[in-house]
T-cell receptor
Framework: LAKTTQPISMDSYEGQEVNITCSHN???????ITWYQQFPSQGPRFIIQ???TKVTNEVASLFIPADRKSSTLSLPRVSLSDTAVYYC?????????????FGTGTRLKVLA | NAGVTQTPKFQVLKTGQSMTLQCAQD?????MSWYRQDPGMGLRLIHY???????DQGEVPNGYNVSRSTTEDFPLRLLSAAPSQTSVYFC??????????????FGAGSRLTVL
């Protein structure tokens, strides 16, 4: 099963674009990549998912290169409220069930 | 629509005591799971269930029991609490297959301290 590796922490300023890269070297053909956001004292919340190329929604964009060994979450023009922990998650379908492999997350701090 | 509800939010136990963390969802999700979150460790899967009567172990199952008698409920039991089980516990459920299978819905968490 694919393990994920992310930077432990990042700082940014309000209004900047933030890119968080996740490495998942052992990703399998059928695996999906998802990202979650977690605020203190709350459970993680789904942000975006993708298989390859680029996906965009109202919150973020997700870039996945052709080899799929990494992915990059892009948050446009962050605000103070985007301060949170962001988890890259590989969703693997194996042995007839889905498995969800969380990394240790990236703690993003947005500064005024 | 309440989503995933966990009780209690906070609990303090003494070593050797037993307790049950409750998890209920009202979305008719077949898949439910329990995670523990420790500083610097991310979320680690304890047990999961793909439907009523079906459970399986995750990464860190030792010291925990689960059962799934209904679609809605998935309780996590600690039979003899140990200080190493001090953690924040999250319950999550998931929609049926297709792209929804990639999306977990989490509860707000239960913070457990074992003295």
């Amino acid at each position: 099963l694919a393990k994920t590796t992310q930077p432990i922490s990042m700082d940014s300023y309000e209004g900047q674009e933030v890119n968080i890269t996740c490495s998942h070297n052992n990703i399998a053909t059928n695996d999906y990549i998802t990202w979650y956001q977690q605020f203190p004292s709350q459970g993680p919340r789904f942000i975006i998912q993708g298989y390859k190329t680029k996906v965009t929604n109202e919150v973020a964009s997700l870039f996945i290169p052709a080899d799929r060994k990494s992915s990059t979450l892009s948050l446009p023009r962050v605000s103070l409220s985007d301060t949170a922990v962001y988890y890259c998650l590989v969703v693997a379908y194996t042995s007839g069930t889905y498995k969800y492999i969380f990394g240790t997350g990236t703690r993003l701090k947005v500064l005024a | 629509n309440a989503g995933v509800t966990q009780t209690p939010k906070f609990q303090v136990l003494k070593t050797g005591q037993s307790m049950t963390l409750q998890c209920a969802q009202d979305m008719n999700h077949e898949y439910m799971s329990w995670y523990r979150q420790d500083p610097g460790m991310g979320l680690r899967l304890i047990h999961y269930s793909v439907g009523a009567g079906i459970t399986d172990q995750g990464e860190v199952p030792n010291g925990y029991n689960v059962s799934r008698s209904t679609t809605e409920d998935f309780p996590l039991r600690l039979l003899s609490a140990a200080p190493s089980q001090t953690s924040v516990y999250f319950c999550a459920s998931r929609s049926p297959g297709g792209s929804g299978a990639n999306v977990l819905t989490f509860g707000a968490g239960s913070r457990l301290t074992v003295l």
